[in-house]
Nanobody
Framework: QVQLVESGGGLVQAGGSLRLSCAAS????????MGWFRQAPGKERQFVAA????????YYADSVKGRFTISRDNAKNTVFLQMNSLKPEDTAVYYC??????????????WGQGTQVTVSS
């Protein structure tokens, strides 16, 4: 059983940056692909970014490509999401998740509790 705890959310002005972290415990971190998802009020959860087990391959939603960067540190059991040039439409609760395949957005088995990101205009 993998436990995931996100941190780093907050309130930022449009154009600003935030760095989210997700610390994993209870499993072999490098066995898992890691993903970030988000859910805005009244909307369905959407895929944001994912990274394979080694960190060598990354994947992004079109809406964040070029602005967000996902990375991982397997020695520290942590995955990061660097978010630059933030827009009000990025406002959401951000969740990290662990799964077997980075590109299988329906195959993430473990989820964190989420961290709120609010971007003011």
């Amino acid at each position: 059983q993998v436990q995931l705890v996100e941190s780093g959310g907050g309130l930022v002005q449009a154009g600003g940056s935030l760095r989210l972290s997700c610390a994993a415990s209870g499993g072999t971190f490098s066995n898992y692909a890691m993903g970030w998802f988000r859910q805005a009020p009244g909307k369905e959860r959407q895929f944001v970014a994912a990274v394979n087990w080694s960190g060598g391959r990354t994947y992004y939603a079109d809406s964040v490509k070029g602005r967000f960067t996902i990375s991982r540190d397997n020695a520290k059991n942590t995955v990061f999401l660097q978010m630059n040039s933030l827009k009000p439409e990025d406002t959401a609760v951000y969740y990290c998740a662990a799964g077997r395949e980075a590109t299988n957005t329906n195959g993430y088995d473990y989820w964190g509790q989420g961290t709120q990101v609010t971007v003011s205009s």
